[in-house]
């Protein structure tokens, strides 16, 4: 096989392996390779045919790149085809159709989705156009390193959605050992191509490339391993792109494209991020603002996979608000003014405010959108939050635990919608849900029961969990019992349902803190928590997320009374209003000391002391050490070769100067090994079939040389030759400054890539690898040599019995 074809089938491989990362992306892991890896291949057999004509290089990519599309037509949109066959105006209406409905499916589906046409038409696309970019730069071009750049990016955009990026490793192996792969077989070629070519070793040049293989692997292995060691300092690139992007593109109509996937994203990757930055300030004239929970979205609909969006019917921003769903008219209310300002740092379609909102004053109204269902405010034609401020009209409920528990029976519709969950949601729900709530026999005390299981019930938040909502997730939350808030408002939201209590899942921020005048929410505020409908009072909400958020008052815990509660609604507070502040318990997570959440400064001063100290841990230094080991091994082959050049030319003293001693042949031999390792440093490999001279005449052409950088270079190879040929040598007594005028007149005709290639990894250092092989084969030797010596020595008295004898 060619080396181009080994190329070809390499590039084909590391694209292919790269593509494997976007598995996770959908339900059916492989439901797109087949026809993925269907566009590798067309890629590369189009390339080697394409590469086999008369072509000119420039040509190759692009027609390669027309064969790929031709082959994706007719794999996606055949039927709309001229005779099957051609491509014409049907079949680009028929591409714009699916591009589109990819491009919905995107912002609608939560991850993994379903492979639907639009989405396997951009997938299959996007890894066809890699696989040409691949191989057009590692076979046509012949610059297998930079190949590695669309690889990155396809495993890039992969890594970023993934809903469990932690598990990315895996596919990095992947892409990685392709990418590997390829560039060892590129260095193959290059080293074979030289053939026995370094002097004095007599090894072929072929031993570089089990070396760098093994700097492949070791580099690989550290790629993955030491992050396991290494200080949490954030996720650097990708983790800013991750974070505080509010809830998605937003754009499009408002019609609820986009659905759970980029609220759930943009809640997990804010509440994973070490950057804890302000997204909006709010001030507000309810005497009750740590209570006040700003609302973005609401998933109310249960798929069997993930919690989505359900169907809204977005409308002009009306001029009057109408009255919240299931609100009972003569129901005691109060008004609330809020104020809210949104920082440069989130841009979502959606506007924060209290629920239920009442009215809202906004800038621009015509680009805003209602929705009265969800009761929400979204933007159109690619209006977003970021940077606005508006007031906003809610109505604060004063209901009593009391008036809860008489709530009456929720009308047909709210049940119809509220209550639907997926037949596949394991029966661990519905049983936990029933335990939980035994002799509870009103929706309001199982609903605090429910509450209450959660954040007293041995329950931890970690973020780290895989953000899913779906049956086997909760089955999974409910027996490991750790989560965080999507958690804990999915399974509280699903048990409910199982109970007959009409339930869906709120998006949105806690208060914040307070800064004396105004509420600050941070990043580290975006939260989820599940609302319940009660008639006459419409949806309330509950926290079952431990140590987050407040409590609401209406949610505490009481004794039922021993008479039949009024089933009027009244203006009666409860009788025990719990604390606001958050608990400073013991079990208070990390984050939320961090965020300062607990109550306990102490305890906060002393973990800041902490963070502020990690380089004192071990594995900081042990990361540390590594760093230094690995800039230490990185500066060695510079150390070594100043030395040896310092040694060969004897630092000014031995080989220059006519006035001098005559040289030994070892120091003219040591000028020329300086000669020749300059020159490979350099870009131009030795050849050891050429004598000396023609070896300078070899050089002088390919760099260039003027005629005294020349003159000098043929000094040295005709001092050579007389040790090496001559029955005596008549050595001169200057060499070193020859070496050093050809030296510095190869570098100033070498390229500014290869002089700091020559001073940071010079090509030359091969022999030090080479040295301690050699040194490893007479240890091998001398090795054998005595352990023979020693069974001959313990045998020899047999041997000679069996003679005797």
Same mark, same amino acid.
Request: net charge positive; hydrophobic share 40%.
């Given at each position: ?38 566009? &590798? ?23 390669? *790149?027309?064969? &790929? ?9 055949? @039927? @709309?085809?001229?005779?099957?066959? !051609? ?84 596919? %990095?192996? %992947? ?49 993955? *391993? ?45 509440? $994973?991020? @070490? ?15 740590? =209570? ?19 169907? =809204? ?13 299931? *609100? ?29 909102? @009442? ?23 690619? =209006? ?99 989560? %965080? ?71 505490? =815990? ?51 002391? &902490? ?8 594995? #900081? ?48 031999? #040591? ?74 007149? !190869? ?7 290869? $002089? ?10 091969? $022999? ?38």
């Amino acid at each position: 096989m060619t080396t181009r074809a080994k190329l070809t089938l390499c590039a084909a491989l590391a694209t292919a392996l790269a593509a494997l990362c976007l598995s996770p992306l959908f339900q059916d892991a492989f439901a797109l390779a087949p026809h993925g890896l269907l566009m &590798v291949a067309v890629a590369a057999g189009a390339g080697a045919g394409l590469r086999a004509l008369p072509l000119p290089r420039a040509l190759v990519p692009p027609l390669q *790149l027309v064969v &790929v599309l031709y082959v994706l037509l007719l794999t996606t949109v055949q @039927s @709309s085809m001229s005779a099957g066959l !051609l491509p014409g105006p049907g079949a680009l209406d028929a591409v714009s159709s699916l591009l589109t409905r990819g491009g919905a499916d995107i912002q609608e589906y939560a991850i993994p989705a379903p492979a639907t046409d639009g989405l396997r038409l951009i997938v299959v696309g996007s890894v066809a156009l890699v696989a040409v970019l691949v191989d057009a730069l590692a076979v046509t071009y012949r610059r297998a390193a930079a190949a590695g750049l669309p690889l990155l990016a396809l495993y890039s955009v992969a890594g970023g959605l993934a809903g469990s990026p932690g598990g990315m490793w895996l596919w %990095f192996l %992947f892409a990685a050992a392709g990418y590997l792969a390829l560039l060892y077989t590129e260095g193959q070629d290059r080293l074979t191509r030289w053939g026995r070519v370094f002097h004095g070793t007599g090894r072929p040049a072929v031993a570089l490339s089990n070396g760098g293989r093994r700097i492949g692997v070791i580099a690989l292995s550290a790629a993955v *391993l030491l992050p396991v060691l290494a200080p949490a300092v954030g996720g650097g690139l990708f983790d800013s792109l991750g974070s505080h992007r509010g809830e998605g593109t937003g754009g499009g109509d408002g019609k609820g494209d986009e659905r759970s996937l980029n609220l759930v994203v943009a809640l997990t990757a804010n509440l $994973r991020s @070490s950057d804890d930055t302000e997204l909006l300030t709010f001030s507000t004239d309810s005497p009750e603002a740590d =209570q006040l929970y700003l609302r973005i979205a609401e998933l109310s609909e249960f798929n069997g996979q993930e919690w989505l969006t359900g169907d =809204q019917d977005p409308q002009p921003m009306p001029s009057t608000v109408p009255a919240p769903e299931g *609100l009972s008219p003569n129901l005691p209310t109060t008004s609330v003014r809020t104020k809210i300002t949104v920082s440069d740092r989130l841009s979502t379609t959606w506007l924060p405010m209290p629920y239920p909102m @009442s009215w809202v004053d906004l800038p621009n109204s015509s680009n805003w959108r209602f929705d009265p269902v969800g009761r929400t405010v979204g933007g159109v034609n690619g =209006q977003k939050s970021k940077g606005l401020s508006y007031s906003v009209g809610s109505v604060a409920v004063n209901a009593t635990a009391a008036q809860l528990r008489g709530a009456g029976t929720p009308p047909a519709d709210i049940s119809k919608r509220y209550l639907g969950l997926p037949s596949n949601l394991p029966s661990v729900v519905a049983d936990t849900a029933k335990d939980v709530t035994k002799g509870k026999s009103t929706p309001y005390d199982q609903a605090v029961a429910l509450q209450q299981y959660f954040t007293s019930g041995g329950f931890t938040y970690n973020t780290k969990i895989d953000s899913r909502t779906g049956p086997d997730a909760i089955a999974k939350f409910l027996q490991d019992k750790e989560g %965080f808030c999507v958690h804990f408002a999915a399974t509280m939201a699903a048990m409910s349902r199982s109970l007959g209590i009409p339930a869906r899942v709120a998006i949105g921020f806690t208060p914040g803190s307070s800064n004396g005048t105004d509420r600050v929410v941070r990043s580290s505020n975006y939260h989820a928590w599940p609302e319940l409908y009660f008639n006459g009072y419409g949806w309330m909400r509950f926290e079952p997320t431990p140590n987050r958020g407040t409590t609401p008052l209406y949610s505490v =815990q009481q004794t039922t009374p021993t008479s039949a509660p009024s089933t009027a609604p009244t203006s009666a507070a409860p009788s025990e209003r719990p604390s606001a502040q958050p608990s400073a318990s013991s079990d208070c997570p990390p984050q939320q000391r961090r965020q300062g959440e607990c109550g306990d400064e102490t305890a906060l001063a002393e973990h800041r002391t &902490v963070e502020a100290s990690w380089w004192r841990t071990w594995p #900081a230094l042990v990361a540390g050490s590594g760093v230094l080991l690995l800039l230490a091994a990185l500066a060695f082959p510079m150390l070594w070769r100043t030395r040896l050049r310092r040694r060969r030319l004897g630092a000014g003293r031995h080989l220059s100067g006519a006035d001098g001693p005559r040289l030994t042949d070892e120091q003219v031999l #040591a000028a020329w090994a300086e000669l020749v390792d300059s020159a490979w440093d350099l870009g131009i490999p030795p050849d050891e079939a050429r004598t000396p001279r023609n070896a300078v005449r070899r050089l002088a052409e390919d760099a260039r040389l003027d005629a005294d950088s020349a003159a000098a270079a043929g000094r040295v190879a005709l001092a050579t030759e007389r040790v090496m040929y001559a029955r005596e040598s008549d050595a001169p007594p200057y060499l070193g400054g020859d070496v050093r005028a050809a030296r510095e007149a !190869l570098r100033v005709r070498a390229t500014r890539v290869r $002089r700091l290639r020559a001073l940071l990894l010079p090509a030359s250092a091969v $022999r030090l690898w080479w040295r301690a092989q050699d040194r490893a084969a007479v240890r091998r030797e001398r090795t054998a040599e005595r352990v023979a010596a020693v069974r001959a020595a313990v045998t020899r008295p047999f041997r000679r019995r069996e003679k005797d004898g």
